[in-house]
């Protein structure tokens, strides 16, 4: 993503993401993350750790701020939960563009090695830059 939108996310959720510098995916997810960080920002022990693409979908992974946060029943809970709203964010994202955050016509596949979530438009572009 790129620095200005990565830093609009960091300053807008700084305890939940103060362990995150950069996110390794496009811009055209900033919609959904910001979405699914105003759902999480009052929970206040827990960080997330590493924000990336893999095989054309969102992963999002965190941990509880405290070791022992982690072992109690009510935390267990908790993730139970969190990890629902994380699924579904990332079940959007394998429809929503990666680079423009469009949802029409989008589609999962690979552009030579990687395999990444497009609209038709951005698949082209991508298409043209990588020299097809
Ligand atoms: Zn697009």
């Known amino acids: 993503m790129s620095p200005e939108k990565t830093k ?11 362990r995150i510098s950069h996110f390794e995916h ?3 997810w900033f919609s959904l993350l910001d979405n699914l960080f105003d759902k999480l920002n009052h929970i206040t022990n827990i960080q997330f750790v590493q924000i990336k693409e893999k095989f054309g979908s969102l992963r999002a992974y965190y ?14 809970l908790l993730a139970d939960v969190i990890d629902i ?7 959007q994202s394998c ?3 990666e680079d423009c955050g469009s949802t029409d016509n989008t589609t999962t ?17 991508e298409y043209i830059r990588l020299g097809y």
Request: aromatic residues 10%.
């Open 26 to 28: 496009g811009d055209g």
């Open 109 to 125: 596949g690979a552009t030579r090695y990687w395999i990444r979530t497009l609209c038709q438009p951005c698949r082209e572009q």
């Open 95 to 97: 429809t929503t563009c």
């Open 63 to 76: 941990t509880f701020k405290e070791y022992e946060d982690a072992r109690d029943n009510e935390n267990d």
């Open 85 to 91: 709203v994380i699924s579904a964010a990332e079940e």
């Open 8 to 18: 609009e996310l960091l300053d807008k959720y700084p305890k939940l993401l103060e």
